[in-house]
């Protein structure tokens, strides 16, 4: 598969930016093969809905500029609607946890919550930055508006919030000890 296609394919995989260092070791390609194929993408999107969009040294795939009308008109749609299950799910883990990975999230829901988090994002609930620990991780947590809005000041202040919080802990030790079997099981 050409080089193009890989990359289209790993940042829509990704729906994040990513550098070019990352890029190339993704790739496994020198960064002069992955520089001339990001440019065969761009050329390849120009007239598409879905664009290339560069900002220093990250990429990352995105909306087309000539979309942004219809994209902003379908974005104050969805923020004038409610909350749906599946984001108040994560939007609870992310209140709970107080600081958590979407891998994190996804364990818990069992499900991709990529799109959820952009949707919480967007509407300023939550926050990401990136780990300290681990670069090519996002952490999210909840926002002070987010607070305002459910009239706590602090964590502890949520209903039941000892009782969530050992359940949550709970589920990320089983996962821990899953992660340890299955690594044990693969050294063996």
């Known amino acids: 598969m050409e080089l193009d296609k890989q990359i289209e394919a790993l940042l829509f995989w990704k729906g994040e930016p990513m550098t070019l260092p990352e890029l190339c070791r993704a790739l496994n390609a020198p960064s002069s093969e992955v520089r001339r194929a990001l440019g065969e993408l761009r050329e390849k999107l120009r007239g598409c809905g879905i664009a290339l969009i560069e900002t220093g040294e990250s990429f990352a795939l995105g909306t087309a500029p000539e979309t942004h009308e219809l994209i902003e008109r379908v974005r104050k749609e969805e923020l004038s609607r409610d909350l749906g299950r599946a984001a108040l799910e994560t939007l609870s883990i992310v209140l709970y946890k107080g600081e958590v990975s979407r891998r994190e999230i996804e364990y818990v829901r069992g ?39 459910l009239g706590v000041t602090r964590s502890d202040e949520l209903p039941e919030f000892a009782a969530v919080r050992a359940e949550l802990e709970a589920v990320k030790a089983e996962s821990t000890k899953q992660n340890g079997d299955a690594e044990e099981t693969e050294i063996a």
Do not use: C, W
């Open 111 to 149: 499900v991709n919550s990529t799109a959820i988090l952009r949707s919480l994002l967007i509407r300023g609930l939550i926050e990401r930055k990136q780990s300290e620990t681990d670069e090519r991780m996002f952490l999210y947590h909840p926002t002070v508006e987010l607070f305002a809005l």
